[in-house]
């Protein structure tokens, strides 16, 4: 099995910054995208920021103020958020895209989420 495991979620005031964590632990062989979702009330899930092994990939919204990474060794993705706006309020997702054996066929795992608020 495998799981996602999200933390760093919190309130921060606008202009704050916060940084978000996804590990990946389980029967893992490789991962080939790990990214960040988000939705907020009443909105559809989007994408905010993706990372494969060529490629990193933003929305618009975010471009500029959130960095996403990846720690290969821990299985893991960041995402530095900074100069946080009020719009940024949501529960943030994890996702993996991934084969658990070689050769083997690519499964989507998700996170619990996280939540994010910014308040003043």
């Known amino acids: 099995q495998v799981q996602l495991v999200e933390s760093g979620g919190g309130s921060v005031q606008p202009g704050g910054s916060l940084r978000l964590s996804c590990a990946a632990s389980g029967s893992i062989f490789r991962i080939n995208f790990m990214g960040w979702y988000r939705q907020a009330p009443g909105n559809k899930r989007e994408l905010v920021a993706g990372i494969s092994s060529s490629s990193t990939d933003y929305a618009e919204s975010v471009r500029g103020r959130f960095t996403i990474s990846r720690d290969n060794a821990r299985n893991t993705v960041y995402l530095q958020m900074t100069s946080l706006e009020f719009e940024d309020t949501a529960v943030y997702y994890c996702?993996?895209?991934?084969?658990?054996?070689?050769?083997?066929?690519?499964?989507?795992?998700w996170g619990q989420g996280t939540q994010v608020t910014v308040s003043s």
């Open positions: 996702k993996a895209i991934l084969s658990t054996t070689n050769g083997g066929r690519n499964y989507q795992y």
